[in-house]
């Protein structure tokens, strides 16, 4: 009983935690899924078809509730979920249910798990897709699916599947983490042509684009990701290396963390956040020491405190979003393209993304406006005074910069990530790079044809 008022206590308190931060900030990618609801369950005028849809779809299905209502909803949600996944982790890895959610609930997760939105969610479906392979489960498949439909990138773990028991199980296993893609499949069939094409457009815009970027990996993230931990994951992986037996689920654990690290590798981005996926592996060897070590009251007090402290200390250096833009004098019925886009659109007034350099001219005679705040940092030409000294100037102080002239109509703003690219490469260099998914993804194997191709009724 009083280990499950304790768990409780945890549960509560981390919730409140959540539902305070995104009241006193709100994320760029979490304001984009809630849009994304918003084109679908509402009369939303933005769209990214980059994104993952899960959390957008659940968000959407909260909508009844009210918009607003419907993020702190979804918010309790995912610290349910995660709570849930927690204490079934602790469970198939025979460590103290409490502790282990403790360690889950560090300041690195406090403060950004639920930020952007995805992250916290993504992270408790990889745990219970972990629970149920552990198990022999054939729903390790389904919460893999899940997953990977919150974060596209999570398909890496695939051949962890390969770690069940039993045929039977990995073949049903392997047919609920396909299933659970195809109603995403059938949409993307019927609005785009291809049921690759959200999976192909963010591959293109966050790794085939942007291969001026190495892959690589900052190591600092892990001071982030296991901060105060840090003792105790060296710990536990020196008592778990040298104590257990190599079986399954030891081969399960280091599989995990190796296919994580060419996953971070791999992005063309050293996000602190998307080390998260190593809070798992970092709070199972920190609780598989903690149970090899005297004074364990004094570390978990130590811990809850620095934790506490170190995460109030966040919350009051953190700003609050400004999302007044009355005084910038932008005409309501004027398209606009800005560095704040989203936070535009969050807020109910429609906004494209910032053109690049070569175009800002022929947009303006289009008779965009146009609007760019210096601390966003891009786009660099934003500070060349020379060069926006060259269109008509509507607004500007240290903040901002508002520039154009005429008034060219307001449309939806949905165009593909693809799509946009070439619009803009024709205009500015004409020419287009491909945009068949298949070519993107895959290089053209016929393989990805046959698959979309049973899809054909759909489209």
């Known amino acids: 009983m009083r280990s499950s008022y304790k768990l409780l206590s ?8 959540f539902l305070i931060w995104h009241f006193k900030y709100m994320g760029w990618d979490f304001s984009v899924y809630v849009l994304n609801a918003q084109y679908w369950f509402g009369n939303g005028m933005y769209f990214e078809i980059e994104r993952a849809p899960l959390m957008s779809l659940i968000i959407g299905l909260f909508s009844m509730f009210s ?5 702190y909803l979804y918010i309790i949600l995912v610290s349910s979920l995660f709570f849930f996944s927690s204490v079934k982790l602790a469970e198939v890895f025979r460590v103290d249910k409490f502790v282990f959610y403790l360690f889950s609930l ?14 916290l969610l993504a992270l408790s479906l990889l745990g219970l897709f972990l629970v149920y392979l552990l ?98 994951v060296v710990i536990g992986l020196i008592y778990f290396v040298w104590k257990e037996r190599i079986d399954r689920k030891y081969l399960l654990i280091f599989g995990f963390v190796a296919l994580s690290f060419y996953s971070v590798y791999n992005l063309k981005s050293n996000i602190v956040r998307y080390f998260m996926i190593f809070t798992i592996p ?7 020491a903690l149970k090899k070590i005297k004074w364990k009251k004094f570390i978990l007090l130590a811990f809850i405190i620095l934790t506490l402290v170190s995460t109030a200390f966040v919350f009051s250096s953190g700003k609050f979003v400004n ?48 609007l760019f705040k210096y601390d966003a ?39 593909s990530y693809i799509d946009r690219l070439n619009n803009d490469l024709l205009l500015a260099y004409n020419y287009t790079e491909t945009n068949d998914p298949c070519v993107l993804l895959m290089d053209g194997n016929q393989v990805c044809y046959f698959v979309d191709s049973l899809f054909e009724k759909f489209k």
Request: proline fraction near 3%; include cysteine; hydrophobic fraction near 45%.
């Open 10 to 17: 945890l549960y509560i308190v981390s919730t409140i935690i």
């Open 67 to 71: 918009w607003k209502v419907a993020e």
């Open 106 to 119: 560090n300041s690195f997760v406090l403060v950004y798990g639920l930020i952007e939105g995805s992250d």
């Open 135 to 232: 198990k022999n489960d054939w729903k390790a498949g389904l919460f893999l699916g899940l997953a990977c439909l919150t974060r596209y990138t999570f398909v890496i773990f695939i051949p962890l599947l390969l770690f069940h028991k039993k045929i039977r199980s990995f073949i049903l296993s392997c047919l609920s983490y396909c299933l659970v893609f195809v109603p995403w499949f059938i949409y993307n069939k019927m609005a785009y042509g291809n049921i690759f094409y959200s999976i192909a457009s963010s591959v293109a815009l966050n790794v085939v684009y942007r291969d001026y970027i190495k892959s690589s990996i900052d190591y600092m993230n892990f001071a982030y990701a296991w901060n105060f931990l840090i003792p105790l």
């Open 282 to 288: 970092g709070a199972i060897f920190a609780s598989y």
């Open 323 to 370: 999302t007044d833009y009355d005084d910038l004098s932008i005409d309501e019925n004027c398209a606009l393209k800005t560095n704040l886009w989203v936070s535009f659109n969050y807020n109910e007034r429609a906004a494209e993304v910032f053109p690049r350099k070569e175009l800002v001219s022929y947009y303006i005679d289009e008779g965009y406006y146009m």
């Open 377 to 415: 940092r891009e786009p660099e030409y934003m500070f060349n005074e020379s060069f926006m000294s060259e269109f008509p100037v509507v607004y500007q102080d240290e903040d901002y910069i508002l520039i154009g002239e005429g008034c060219v109509e307001i449309s939806s703003v949905d165009e």
